[in-house]
């Protein structure tokens, strides 16, 4: 049973440039978030997205938008990156969306902007 | 100002000691997860409390959620070499139980053998 899986699992990315992340929820997992974690601090929510649309939003600007595909799969794209948007990005995914605060992550990807 | 606080946000013991993280908030929570993450991987979910006072236990781990809900405490006994790691509670805001986690800052701990 394949858990969550992201990629690419490393990236470096120069400032003013846009990147796109991307995701496989868990087997049978429908709802996917993603989450920004900082150095030494916990993950802070982004979105969630549950048949292909935006549910749910965190305190982040609109350079962060995502998307989610028929296969449940989703990507997230962060446009005009700044030097702050370093960070470890985490994608998770839930049975449902009725279920989505017990959630699955991936390994994460690690974004650097220099 | 952090919603959910973890306290203490450090902790080195030795091998056999036992070990409790608290989790506190002003805030009610309609459930809380417990998460341990090791460097360079994604939070691994250890635990989901729902219910005000509930108690589960997973093998030396033991979790609590306060009876209001606004707080949880995790419990190690015989803390292990393995068990060496970043400790994150999360709680889900009602209403309903949706999936924006508000995660603390994290608890590091560091069992030396």
């Known amino acids: 049973d394949a858990g969550v899986t992201q990629s690419p699992t490393h990236l470096i990315k120069t400032r003013g440039q846009q990147v796109t992340l991307r995701c496989s929820p868990k087997?049978?997992?429908?709802?996917v978030s993603w989450y920004q974690q900082a150095l030494g601090q916990g993950p802070q929510f982004i979105f969630q997205?549950?048949?292909?649309?935006?549910?749910q939003r965190g305190n982040f600007p609109d350079r962060f938008s995502g998307h989610q595909f028929p296969n449940y799969s989703s990507e997230l794209n962060v446009n005009a990156l700044l030097l702050g948007d370093s960070a470890l990005y985490l994608c998770?995914?839930?049975?449902?969306?009725?279920?989505?605060?017990?959630?699955?992550f991936g390994p994460g990807t690690r974004l650097t902007v220099t | 100002t952090q919603l959910l606080e973890q306290s203490p946000q450090f902790l080195s013991i030795q091998e056999g000691e036992n070990l409790t993280v608290y989790c506190n908030s002003s805030?009610?929570?309609?459930?809380l997860q417990w998460y341990r993450q090791e460097p360079g991987e994604g939070p691994v979910l250890l635990v989901t409390?729902?219910?005000?006072?509930e108690v589960k236990k997973l093998k030396r781990l033991t979790f609590q959620f306060g009876d209001a809900r606004k707080d949880s405490s995790l419990h190690i006994t015989a803390a292990q070499p393995g068990d060496t790691g970043l400790y994150l509670c999360?709680?889900?805001?009602?209403?309903?139980?949706?999936?924006?986690?508000?995660f603390g800052q994290g608890t590091t701990l560091q069992v030396k053998p």
């Open positions: 087997s049978g997992h429908d709802t």
């Open positions: 805030s009610v929570f309609s459930s």
């Open positions: 998770a995914s839930s049975f449902s969306v009725k279920f989505s605060y017990e959630q699955y």
């Open positions: 409390v729902v219910t005000g006072g």
């Open positions: 999360a709680g889900a805001l009602p209403p309903g139980n949706t999936g924006k986690l508000i």
């Open positions: 997205y549950y048949e292909e649309e935006e549910r």
